[in-house]
């Protein structure tokens, strides 16, 4: 790699400013935001140093996400990447090891040619969508729920555990059809009892949160609530997050990223609270709280490979790492795609997009994703 990308150096040229020296240790400031792992930023991106590359570079786990490995075509691993890149990220939530997962969190991160700026969406769980066939999970196919994916392709005929790898496969075929994305670059899975250990090595999360929310799951000391004799919802008294600056520990952070019932605009205010939450996890990663504190980064670092699989198609963690140390949490625009349910009969089937989420996909596939965003500003969602 050219010792005039090293991180830290002033770089000039035509069309370029100077860049002012980081105050962040030459070491850390290799560490860089790995945009592909924006779920989990808080410990995966954090990559460079040698020492910490020789320790951490087979923490996180690699899976055959799209089927690659299985198909034979396995790319010869190599550190060219080059932009723009798609990256398809999928947090899922299961409760036993028998438990089919659903995609409960879907986002893609779609990244320029010049790897140092990117655009993040979500996907609406409950998007109506229509789902290829999948034999290797003798499903047929049909129209239902984008999160339904994972599930029908995590199923392994004649065995009992199911295989969110291959669940990760036919959700990233469904997302393919709904977004245009041929191909994606790389792509992971969290799991979001993985996800609260993260936070917790961090020492907790300063975000901003832009509305009050009331848990449905969880009291205000963190312990989950009473359901209701016979179901249908919840006893006792709730956990709040009030509008205003505030410092989330682990289970505030899981739980608030998961409300969305009481919500004005439910799973579209969700979605942009994930957003907005991944953005503060990045700046946690990279601050000095953390990358200078030997101990506190060590546990992130564990933490995260703990919770994580990761593909990068014949590239590594730490490839992608070195390419994007370019990408900051601030050079992220996050984008909401407007939508709205669909109602059959009186009954809700689920979510579909409004027309200009068509037009966004399609920039995004011709090149022009930069303009249509400058003309169209009702998509960028806020971090305030």
């Known amino acids: ?37 924006l779920v989990f930023v808080s410990g995966t991106a954090l990559v460079g140093f040698e020492a910490v590359l020789a320790r951490y570079s087979g923490a996180v786990q690699e899976g055959d ?35 089919s997962p659903l995609a409960d ?20 769980r409950d998007l109506l969508v229509q789902i290829p066939a999948f034999p290797k999970a003798n499903y047929s196919g049909g129209t239902e729920k984008l999160n339904a994916a994972m599930s029908h392709g995590s199923k392994v005929p004649g065995a009992k555990l199911p295989d969110a790898n291959r669940g990760f496969e036919l959700l990233s075929l469904t997302v393919s059809k709904v977004t245009g994305i ?19 090595a961090m020492g907790g999360v300063d975000m901003y949160i832009d509305q009050n929310v009331k848990s449905e799951h969880k009291q205000p000391n963190g312990n989950a609530r009473t359901l209701k004799p016979g179901g249908g919802g919840y006893l006792g008294p709730q956990a709040q997050y009030k509008k205003g600056n505030a410092h989330l520990k682990g289970w505030q952070a899981l739980d608030y990223v998961r409300q969305r019932y009481g919500l004005p605009n439910s799973d579209y205010d969700r979605q942009r609270h994930q957003q907005q939450f991944v953005r503060a996890m990045a700046d946690q990663a990279l601050s000095k709280d953390v990358v200078t504190n030997p101990i506190k ?46 109602i059959e009969g009186g009954d809700y089937k689920g979510e579909q997009f409004k027309p200009i989420a068509a037009d966004f996909f399609d920039a995004l596939q011709g090149g022009t994703i930069d303009t249509f965003v400058i003309s169209h500003p009702e998509l960028l969602n806020k971090v305030k």
């Open 1 to 37: 790699m050219p010792g005039s990308d090293s991180p830290g150096a002033d770089q000039t040229g035509p069309g370029r400013k100077k860049r002012r020296r980081s105050r962040v240790p030459r070491w850390a400031r290799i560490c860089t935001v790995l945009g592909a792992m």
């Open 65 to 99: 996400l799209f089927g690659d490995e299985a198909a034979g075509v396995l790319p010869e691993k190599k550190s060219d990447i080059k932009g723009p890149l798609n990256i398809l990220l999928v947090g899922i939530d299961p409760r036993t090891p028998e438990w």
């Open 105 to 124: 969190s879907i986002m893609v991160l779609h990244v320029n040619e010049t790897l140092d700026s990117a655009y993040l969406f979500s996907l609406p």
């Open 182 to 200: 041929k191909r994606f670059d790389a792509g992971a899975i969290i799991n979001f009892s993985g996800f609260q250990k993260i936070v917790d």
């Open 297 to 342: 980064l060590d546990a992130v670092l564990r933490a995260a490979g703990k919770a994580l699989i990761f593909n990068g198609r014949g590239h590594d963690l730490i490839d992608f790492g070195f390419a994007m140390r370019g990408l900051r949490s601030d050079s992220i625009q996050m984008i909401k795609l407007p939508g709205g349910g669909v």
